[in-house]
């Protein structure tokens, strides 16, 4: 079976090419890949190249797969794993391994490790230690695209997962951020601070009671407040803040929103250190700041009120991914109705892939969606219109993102699916 991909040689060296497969071994899968999102930890990698810790130190000979947040369908299953699993089964994988037989030990992922799954690819290798660990999850939804983004939404749903409280006397700590607590989110409308927010109005089994979300630009924060509306907040119990903090004194507006008491929660979605310094402020006593988004730089710094550590008993935590339930609660949500259109404003082709990942961090907007069977210049959902005076196929998506609320979904996914030789 021959393959088109985008591989990693080393630093800020990738190429799309066509080559071919292994056969499957018998604790194999050949799957074939529809739809990868475009993740920052791709820009990373593929500018640190082997230095990175997930990528191998023979990338040069043995060059790896990139993407990590792919959907698709099984096409062949080797004999081991065939009373779990069929041709035609829609599936996500959870890259996330925590497999020793790796090749690189605990640290190997699909989309970082191996010479032959990754999701910016037409058809992959699924290796034996995928389903080993349970990480290839059967997927039964219509479009493929909230599949791939259910690994995205996996890391927030952990971040979630991971902060933690303290009872004065016990050295146990509750895992969870504060059920009816006050959360905020610094920086919260990129990506994945758009997937966070999703998360925090949909999930069944708690919620704060007070959600603020931060940012300094204006048009971001008020695309966050129509995708994910004060008033369905309002719904689920939950009063929603969308606070732009490019004021003389953010602490003190935020600190005044939550009563002066500050917050039990505080997520930093920006590698800043003034972000940083900022949420340290506004913790209230026994607060939990997440560091979600991972610094490029290994010697990144930020100051920390050790008083606060001390006294009101703050404390510190850094996520980075999710874990396998956490995809599965990803993928159950989503069967429940939360959709994760939102996060997409673009739309390529595997041809798009190299420009898009080299250069992530200076393209406006939030997820960059690929169809890799799919030939596309990276498009802007909103320049679907403009692109539409001279091609059909741009027009008529973009009528199917207008009656969607703008956004990306099934139909729109079915009808460029069927209609992408007219680009």
Not at 13 to 38: G, H, M, N, Y
Not at 72 to 91: A, C, N, R, T
Request: charge should be negative.
């Amino acid at each position: 079976m021959k393959t088109k991909a985008v591989r990693l040689y080393g630093k800020c060296d990738l190429r799309l090419e066509e080559f071919e497969l292994p056969q499957i071994k018998d604790d194999e899968i050949l799957a074939k890949v529809v739809s990868d999102s475009i993740c920052m930890s791709s820009y990373k990698s593929s500018h640190q190249g082997a230095e990175h810790k997930r990528v191998p130190d023979d990338i040069a000979e043995h060059p790896t797969m990139i993407g990590h947040e792919f959907a698709g369908e099984i096409v062949e299953v080797g004999s081991k794993w065939q009373d779990q699993f069929k041709p035609g089964d829609k599936f996500s994988i959870q890259p996330a391994l925590t497999y020793e037989g790796g090749p690189l030990g605990v640290l190997s992922a699909p989309g970082y490790t191996y010479q032959y799954i990754g999701g910016d690819a037409t058809y992959i290798v699924i290796p034996a230690e995928v389903m080993t660990q349970g990480c290839l999850l059967p997927y039964e939804g219509e479009a493929f695209y909230p599949a791939s983004l259910s690994e995205p939404l996996s890391c927030v749903i952990g971040a979630m997962h991971a902060c933690y409280h303290t009872t004065p006397g016990s050295y146990v700590h509750s895992m969870e951020i504060k059920d009816n607590g006050k959360l905020a989110l610094l920086a919260g409308v990129g990506p994945m601070g758009l997937a966070m927010i999703n998360y925090v109005l949909y999930r069944e089994d708690r919620h704060p009671s007070l959600f603020v979300v931060t940012d300094i630009d204006q048009a971001r924060l008020d695309r966050a407040a129509k995708l994910y509306t004060v008033e369905f907040a309002a719904s689920r119990g939950i009063e929603l803040h969308y606070v732009n903090t490019a004021v003389e004194n953010p602490v003190e507006l935020l600190k005044g929103i939550s009563g002066g008491t500050g917050y039990d929660d505080v997520v930093v979605m920006a590698p800043v250190p003034a972000v940083i310094e900022q949420a340290d402020a506004i913790l209230g006593f026994d607060g939990c700041l997440n560091f979600f988004s991972g610094p490029g730089k290994p010697d990144f710094k930020a100051p920390l009120n050790f008083y606060n550590v001390h006294y009101a008993a703050t404390h510190i935590v850094g996520t980075s991914g999710g874990n396998t339930d956490d995809m599965k609660e990803a993928l159950y949500l989503m069967g429940k109705g939360m959709d994760p259109a939102g996060l997409v404003t673009h739309i390529g082709g595997l041809n798009a892939v190299i420009e898009t990942t080299l250069n992530l961090p200076s393209i406006p907007g939030g997820k960059k969606l690929i169809y890799t069977h799919v030939e596309m210049p990276l498009t802007a959902i909103a320049d679907f219109a403009e692109k539409g005076k001279t091609n059909p196929v741009y027009a008529h998506l973009a009528e199917l993102c207008e009656a969607n609320n703008g956004l990306w979904n099934a139909e729109a996914e079915k009808y460029l699916l069927a209609n992408a030789d007219r680009l």
